[in-house]
């Protein structure tokens, strides 16, 4: 382990915390700047010191980036998080729904373009003479008209 004391706690300098949790840098300097995850001290060279709670709430992060949250509503879980006795788990359900909700508009968006696009896929004789009369091209020109 190649973590740090300071003031007696466990502490990881930026690389170190990037390092052990797969990510970039840049993006631990990204949260920061958006606010949803600050190094809980820096040291007397200025570098910033992550606490293991700091590490815990990277872990936050990264999971709710993989259940498609965005940074904004990171950034409010983690509010209600920090503050959960002030809050209810109908407000978190909410979030959670309005999330929901966007991923299956989505998932029925792609699945228009998947059908849309095989059947201009299958309209397209896919030989090798020249594109200037490609059937998909026409019907991508014919939707933007």
């Given at each position: 382990?190649?973590?740090?004391?300071?003031?007696?706690?466990?502490?990881?300098?930026?690389?170190?915390l990037a390092k052990l949790?797969?990510?970039?840098?840049?993006?631990?300097?990204?949260?920061?700047?958006?606010?949803?995850?600050?190094?809980?001290?820096?040291?007397?060279?200025?570098?910033?010191?992550?606490?293991?709670?700091?590490?815990?709430?990277?872990?936050?992060?990264?999971?709710?980036?993989?259940?498609?949250?965005?940074?904004?509503?990171?950034?409010?879980?983690?509010?209600?998080?920090?503050?959960?006795?002030?809050?209810?788990?109908?407000?978190?359900?909410?979030?959670?729904?309005?999330?929901?909700?966007?991923?299956?508009?989505?998932?029925?968006?792609?699945?228009?373009?998947?059908?849309?696009?095989?059947?201009?896929?299958?309209?397209?004789?896919?030989?090798?003479?020249?594109?200037?009369?490609?059937?998909?091209?026409?019907?991508?020109?014919?939707?933007?008209?």
């Amino acid at each position: 382990m190649f973590s740090i004391s300071y003031l007696g706690n466990v502490m990881y300098k930026i690389g170190q915390l990037a390092k052990l949790e797969a990510i970039s840098v840049e993006a631990l300097r990204f949260y920061d700047q958006q606010g949803v995850l600050s190094p809980g001290h820096r040291a007397e060279n200025g570098y910033r010191l992550y606490s293991e709670e700091d590490r815990k709430t990277l872990k936050f992060i990264q999971s709710a980036k993989n259940l498609g949250f965005t940074l904004a509503e990171i950034h409010e879980l983690l509010d209600i998080k920090v503050d959960s006795r002030s809050h209810t788990c109908e407000e978190v359900k909410t979030i959670a729904e309005h999330k929901l909700q966007d991923i299956q508009e989505r998932i029925r968006q792609l699945q228009r373009f998947e059908t849309t696009l095989k059947k201009v896929v299958k309209t397209c004789c896919g030989g090798p003479e020249s594109a200037e009369h490609c059937s998909i091209l026409e019907a991508i020109e014919e939707r933007v008209a």
